[in-house]
């Protein structure tokens, strides 16, 4: 457990960091060299650290007890490249050892990562993704890095780091009762915008954060990633550390959410969000439910509240991914699945899938999707000239109902 010192003024990160210094400071804006907790790749950023790694023949990796590996993204594989990618992972972490290779079908590294203990407070925890921030839900600092820094720190056990300035966020209000983790998400984007983070670690508070699930907090310090965040870790359940805290020496923003309608970001950026009211009534053709944003168990739960007794409006192709082989086994139990599937969805292994356009539910030419992932950038599921709006579980659901983009409330009482 992080134990506090003066020394960084009220902030989880910079202590975190402190705990794992190896040479340097933890001084804003130092470059220094930390030692990490866990190292994390996938079967799209790991290649080419392996390729790395064979070029140079280095004998042995220093870090691979702490290496994790996920076959994730483009599994099963979807061709000849991604299934030459897949056995190369095998074998090299056959050859190196590596701490754990998680095969494909047992979940998204973002879902399967941050379950059953793997990480916890005080952690830090660097990712070849974007999305490694997902952790800092438990209170871990986890840091997403490229594949030339993941072979370093596989080899050597350690990793470089300009310190980042931290940035307190307290959440202000309670939102309206159909509002979930995305929502508050959305709204932490679009109040910081796709840059208002960079060189940041967020530190989070508010009395949402207290109420929302695990899987909740999960959606909200993984789509911090949005912001081009560091780090977002949830100080809420550490008192002495964050910007509630009576020692927080640093900048803080106020995000209002107090009776924040569901959000949706409209097509081209994350970042360009309204309330779902402005949005409704624009066709889809499809809805995803899924990726490492919204994957987990608690969005199936939704989705099933939604479509009970309901059947998917026939011009919209449903398409459900569970986020890891446990969220799917439990959802499995619960029900959840047969009534999506009585509804008219599809059920899909674990995967990224759609989410990054790499294969299952590819959008071609002028087609509109609803999707629960992070991005939706032009072209990013399919072909340039189709549009993704992004929301959470519920929104979702409904509007693959109606066919159209519709508030849940509208759907279900």
Same mark, same amino acid.
């Given at each position: 457990?992080?134990?506090?010192?003066?020394?960084?003024?009220?902030?989880?990160?910079?202590?975190?960091?402190?705990?794992?210094?190896?040479?340097?400071?933890?001084?804003?804006?130092?470059?220094?060299?930390?030692?990490?907790?866990?190292?994390?790749?996938?079967?799209?950023?790991?290649?080419?650290?392996?390729?790395?790694?064979?070029?140079?023949?280095?004998?042995?990796?220093?870090?691979?007890?702490?290496?994790?590996?996920?076959?994730?993204?483009?599994?099963?594989?979807?061709?000849?490249?991604?299934?030459?990618?897949?056995?190369?992972?095998?074998?090299?972490?056959?050859?190196?050892?590596?701490?754990?290779?998680?095969?494909?079908?047992?979940?998204?590294?973002?879902?399967?990562?941050?379950?059953?203990?793997?990480?916890?407070?005080?952690?830090?925890?660097?990712?070849?993704?974007?999305?490694?921030?997902?952790?800092?839900?438990?209170?871990?600092?986890?840091?997403?890095?490229?594949?030339?820094?993941?072979?370093?720190?596989?080899?050597?056990?350690?990793?470089?780091?300009?310190?980042?300035?931290?940035?307190?966020?307290?959440?202000?209000?309670?939102?309206?009762?159909?509002?979930?983790?995305?929502?508050?998400?959305?709204?932490?984007?679009?109040?910081?915008?796709?840059?208002?983070?960079?060189?940041?670690?967020?530190?989070?508070?508010?009395?949402?954060?207290?109420?929302?699930?695990?899987?909740?907090?999960?959606?909200?310090?993984?789509?911090?990633?949005?912001?081009?965040?560091?780090?977002?870790?949830?100080?809420?359940?550490?008192?002495?550390?964050?910007?509630?805290?009576?020692?927080?020496?640093?900048?803080?923003?106020?995000?209002?959410?107090?009776?924040?309608?569901?959000?949706?970001?409209?097509?081209?950026?994350?970042?360009?969000?309204?309330?779902?009211?402005?949005?409704? @009534?624009?066709? *889809?053709?499809?809805?995803?439910? #899924?990726? $490492?944003?919204? =994957?987990? +168990?608690?969005? /199936?739960?939704?989705?099933?509240?939604?479509?009970?007794?309901?059947?998917?409006?026939?011009?919209?192709?449903?398409?459900?991914?569970?986020?890891?082989?446990?969220?799917?086994?439990?959802?499995?139990?619960?029900?959840?699945?047969?009534?999506?599937?009585?509804? @008219?969805?599809? *059920?899909?292994?674990?995967?990224? #899938?759609? $989410?990054?356009? =790499?294969? +299952?539910?590819? /959008?071609?030419?002028?087609?509109?999707?609803?999707?629960?992932?992070?991005?939706?950038?032009?072209?990013?599921?399919?072909?340039?000239?189709?549009?993704?709006?992004?929301?959470?579980?519920?929104?979702?659901?409904?509007?693959?109902?109606?066919?159209?983009?519709?508030?849940?409330?509208?759907?279900?009482?």
């Amino acid at each position: 457990m992080v134990k506090y010192s003066e020394l960084t003024g009220g902030s989880l990160g910079l202590e975190i960091l402190s705990d794992h210094l190896v040479e340097g400071s933890v001084d804003v804006g130092d470059f220094s060299i930390f030692s990490p907790d866990l190292i994390m790749g996938h079967d799209v950023t790991s290649p080419p650290a392996i390729g790395l790694i064979n070029e140079h023949g280095l004998p042995y990796l220093r870090a691979s007890d702490k290496t994790r590996l996920y076959l994730d993204h483009f599994t099963p594989p979807k061709d000849r490249e991604s299934a030459e990618a897949c056995r190369n992972i095998k074998e090299f972490s056959n050859r190196y050892g590596v701490g754990e290779l998680i095969n494909w079908g047992e979940g998204i590294c973002h879902v399967h990562l941050f379950e059953n203990g793997r990480v916890g407070p005080g952690q830090l925890v660097i990712g070849a993704d974007s999305h490694t921030t997902t952790g800092g839900a438990l209170g871990a600092l986890c840091i997403g890095i490229g594949s030339t820094d993941l072979a370093a720190a596989m080899v050597s056990g350690e990793f470089w780091l300009e310190v980042p300035k931290p940035l307190g966020i307290e959440f202000k209000g309670i939102p309206d009762v159909w509002c979930e983790g995305k929502d508050v998400a959305l709204r932490l984007v679009s109040w910081l915008g796709c840059g208002g983070g960079r060189n940041r670690v967020l530190e989070m508070d508010g009395q949402i954060l207290k109420w929302l699930s695990v899987d909740g907090r999960l959606t909200v310090s993984n789509m911090a990633a949005e912001t081009s965040a560091v780090g977002a870790i949830q100080t809420m359940d550490m008192n002495e550390f964050g910007p509630l805290s009576p020692d927080w020496e640093w900048e803080v923003e106020e995000v209002d959410i107090d009776e924040m309608s569901p959000q949706i970001a409209v097509p081209g950026s994350p970042n360009n969000v309204d309330n779902v009211e402005n949005i409704e @009534g624009r066709i *889809v053709d499809q809805v995803f439910v #899924g990726s $490492c944003t919204n =994957g987990r +168990l608690d969005d /199936l739960r939704t989705v099933s509240k939604v479509l009970e007794g309901k059947k998917v409006h026939p011009d919209v192709r449903l398409l459900v991914i569970p986020g890891s082989r446990n969220v799917y086994s439990a959802a499995e139990k619960a029900g959840y699945l047969k009534t999506i599937i009585d509804a @008219g969805g599809v *059920v899909m292994m674990p995967t990224c #899938g759609p $989410c990054a356009g =790499g294969f +299952l539910g590819i /959008l071609p030419d002028g087609e509109v999707a609803l999707s629960t992932s992070n991005r939706n950038f032009q072209g990013r599921m399919g072909e340039p000239t189709s549009k993704i709006y992004i929301s959470g579980a519920a929104v979702a659901a409904a509007s693959a109902v109606t066919g159209v983009i519709t508030h849940p409330g509208e759907v279900i009482s």
